[in-house]
């Protein structure tokens, strides 16, 4: 079974909006960081896996029906990024 790809810009636009606004309240501008996500085929959306890198550093999230910005904010709060 072959995995499918996604980038940033394939995200819904509320989880695209989301992960901005995230960004801009930690200091940080969505340019500096790599997001993508993958997901199985016949795999529903919300099930999708959501990768996001900032140089060596990279953190994988279940997208739960957005609950991946909410993981994301906290490693972000805990300066997993930094």
């Known amino acids: 079974m072959e995995?499918?790809?996604?980038?940033y810009?394939?995200?819904p636009i509320s989880d695209r909006a989301a992960f901005e606004l995230v960004?801009?309240?930690h200091g940080f501008a969505p340019a500096?960081?790599?997001v993508s996500a993958s997901?199985?085929?016949?795999?529903p959306a919300?099930?999708?896996?959501?990768?996001?890198?900032?140089?060596?550093w990279?953190?994988?999230y279940r997208?739960?029906?957005g609950q991946w910005i909410r993981q994301f904010e906290a490693d972000l709060t805990f300066r997993f990024f930094n």
């Open 3 to 7: 995995t499918m790809r996604f980038r």
């Open 9 to 11: 810009i394939d995200l």
């Open 23 to 25: 960004c801009a309240r």
């Open 32 to 34: 500096h960081f790599d």
């Open 39 to 43: 997901a199985a085929p016949g795999e």
């Open 46 to 56: 919300h099930e999708r896996v959501v990768t996001v890198r900032r140089g060596d």
């Open 58 to 60: 990279s953190r994988s």
């Open 63 to 65: 997208d739960r029906h």
